[in-house]
């Protein structure tokens, strides 16, 4: 089973060529500088945590996990928006982190 939501599995469906475009916009993003995975992606959970994106939150996760992230590494990098966003957006983050945590 897929982890990725029907929504952007129908998109890829939709619109090929889009969705490899945005593909290798991120890759390229990736390229660009001299971060490791680990980092990459709990700067990506960060982002994605400010920005309220519970999907997002969702997948950054997965990623951070996937490239060898602690739960712990990802606990705390949600942890340190808590003074800058706020109690409430920061437990949401938590609650969509722990979504995926408790699958595995």
């Not at 990725?4 to 390229?28: H, T």
């Not at 969509?96 to 945590?101: A, G, H, M, N, Y």
Request: aromatic letters at 4%; one cysteine or more.
């Amino acid at each position: 089973m897929s982890d990725l939501p029907k929504r952007f599995e129908k998109f890829q469906k939709d619109f090929p060529d889009v969705a490899k475009a945005y593909e290798q916009l991120g890759k390229a993003v990736h390229k660009a500088g001299p971060l490791n995975d680990k980092t990459r992606a709990l700067i990506k959970l960060a982002i994605s945590t400010g920005a309220r994106l519970e999907g997002a939150v969702h997948s950054h996760t997965r990623k951070a996990l996937e490239v060898g992230c602690s739960k712990e590494e990802i606990m705390q990098t949600v942890m340190l928006a808590l003074p800058t966003i706020g109690l409430p957006s920061t437990m949401a983050a938590m609650s969509w982190v722990e979504d995926v945590l408790e699958k595995k």
